[in-house]
């Protein structure tokens, strides 16, 4: 993100973690830049912290609200930036259903192959089968990933925010 911020027009999150555009990423965006969510809740963009830099926020239309930054560059979010495909739209594409099934799938033969060793519990995804998935939709999309900040990884291995 710290390169993209500066180069990218459109931000769309997708990846289930917080805080993946910061007011670091604001600072460089170009004027107009728009920014929105897919991926969870509506912690992966840090909308306070943007309102904390911003000089002034103004809805524009239904779904977009600008956000006047000191440097007078204008960055809108859609959507309050809560799941865009929900708060804006009809659902969940099949960009976004294939991957859930790929996991379910992955799960299933995990199961499958497990089961002698397994009590009888609710059990989440295992990492390994999660990544795999992850990795390969990214590979197939040409995509590489910045490193996860310690703040985002105790995010991610628990429950008690944003649920």
């Not at 990423?25 to 509506?42: E, T, V």
């Not at 390994?128 to 991610?156: C, F, H, N, W």
Request: negative net charge; hydrophobic residues 40%; charged residues 30%.
């Amino acid at each position: 993100m710290s390169q993209a911020s500066a180069i990218g027009d459109l931000f769309v999150t997708l990846t289930g973690d917080k805080s993946v555009l910061r007011a670091e990423h604001f600072r460089k965006m170009k004027d107009g830049a728009i920014l929105c969510n897919s991926g969870h809740f509506n912690v992966e963009i840090d909308l306070e912290g943007l309102a904390k830099i911003a000089k002034s926020k103004r809805p524009l239309r239904d779904f977009v609200e600008e956000y006047m930054l000191p440097n007078g560059r204008r960055i809108c979010v859609l959507g309050e930036g809560r799941l865009i495909n929900l708060a804006s739209a009809e659902g969940h594409p099949a960009s976004v259903m294939d991957m859930s099934f790929a996991d379910q799938a992955l799960s299933v033969e995990y199961l499958v192959k497990n089961h002698a060793s397994l009590k009888k519990d609710v059990f989440k995804v295992p990492d390994e089968l999660d990544k795999r998935v992850a990795k390969l939709k990214l590979e197939s999309m040409g995509i590489k990933i910045d490193r996860l900040t310690p703040e985002q990884e105790e995010y991610l291995a628990g429950w008690s925010e944003g649920t």
